[in-house]
Structures are given as structure tokens and as C-alpha cells.
């Protein structure tokens, strides 16, 4: 599977590509454009940037034109011939990256509101930053723009 780092200027990018499952890193703007360009090398990743300058460093770098985040998803998956799934059942950490695995209500009781332990069907557990997550209202909002994404990319809408 693919392995991104974006720059600073794609942080809704790579927190997107997280949730379609993608292993994807984030450096922001303390970072200097040669140490982006070492990390996704050095980590075997490709490097997906806004800046002219950085998508010139490298062989697996690409140069995202896009603006909108939906719009760069299908750029990002339509160059690289890539097919995701509009489903988070493979989605990673939107914070940090880490993987995700199911949690019982007894491993958040303290981690999550009441409410939301009384009436969730299920929770899953970074098992980096330690980060819960449960279906919520934002779910349908999420799964609605991973369909539009899914829908572009089948319709063609992928080709640059």
C-alpha cells in the first residue's frame, strides 16, 4: 500500500488519506523543505506538496494543483492509479497516524462521556496517541465525501 508524507500546506489532505486507510505523515511549517524531503525519502514515502519548489526534489513527489480537499483526494488517488473503498473500516488515526483497533466500553469508560458510552455500539482505540473513536454524526459526513471521492474516481474524474 502507499505511503504518503504531506507538507505543511496539506494537513486536511493527510488527515483524509488517513481516513481512507492510507499510512500518511504530516510535517507542519517548523519544518524546513530538505527535511521534508530526507523524512519521505528516508521513510519510503511519497512526498505530495503545494510547493513548486519541494515537488522538484524527488522522483516520488507529486504536485498537488488542487485546492479543495475532495478535489486533491481524487488528483492524489487518479495520478498514483489508486482505488480506495468509502469505508472506514481500514482508517488510521486522524491525529497522529497510528492504527486503530476495536476497544470494549470497559477499556473507555474513562476516555469517553457518559452518553456517549451508553449509547455508541463501538469503539476504536489508537494505539498511538490513545485516541477514541466511536460512530458519531460526523461518520455520515465523513462516508458521504469518501463516496463523492469514490464516485469521481470511477467516473473518471481521476485523469491529470
Known amino acids: ?18 481516513f481512507f486507510g492510507y499510512d500518511t505523515g504530516f ?11 530526507e523524512r519521505a525519502l528516508g521513510e519510503g514515502r511519497w512526498l505530495l ?8 526534489v524527488g522522483p516520488r513527489t507529486l504536485l498537488v494543483r488542487s485546492e479543495d480537499v475532495e478535489s486533491q483526494l481524487v488528483e492524489v488517488f487518479g495520478r498514483l492509479g489508486l482505488s480506495p473503498s468509502a469505508g472506514l473500516e481500514g482508517s488510521r488515526c ?3 497516524n497510528g492504527e486503530l483497533t476495536a476497544a470494549g466500553r ?13 449509547t455508541a455500539e463501538r469503539f476504536r482505540r489508537c494505539g498511538g496517541c490513545g485516541r477514541v473513536y466511536w460512530p458519531g454524526t460526523h461518520t455520515e459526513r465523513i462516508l458521504r465525501t469518501m463516496a463523492a471521492v469514490v464516485e469521481r474516481l470511477e467516473a473518471g474524474g481521476g485523469r491529470f
Not at 510535517?27 to 524531503?37: R, T, W
Not at 470497559?106 to 451508553?118: F, K, N, Q
Open 94 to 96: 486522524s491525529e497522529c
Open 106 to 118: 470497559d477499556d473507555v469508560r474513562e476516555l469517553v462521556p457518559t452518553y456517549v458510552l451508553a
Open 1 to 18: 500500500m502507499h505511503r504518503f508524507l504531506c507538507d505543511a500546506m496539506l494537513g486536511s489532505l493527510a488527515r483524509w488519506l488517513r
Open 27 to 37: 510535517l507542519g511549517p517548523e519544518h524546513a523543505d530538505h527535511e521534508v524531503a
Open 49 to 56: 506538496t503545494r510547493d513548486h519548489e519541494l515537488a522538484a
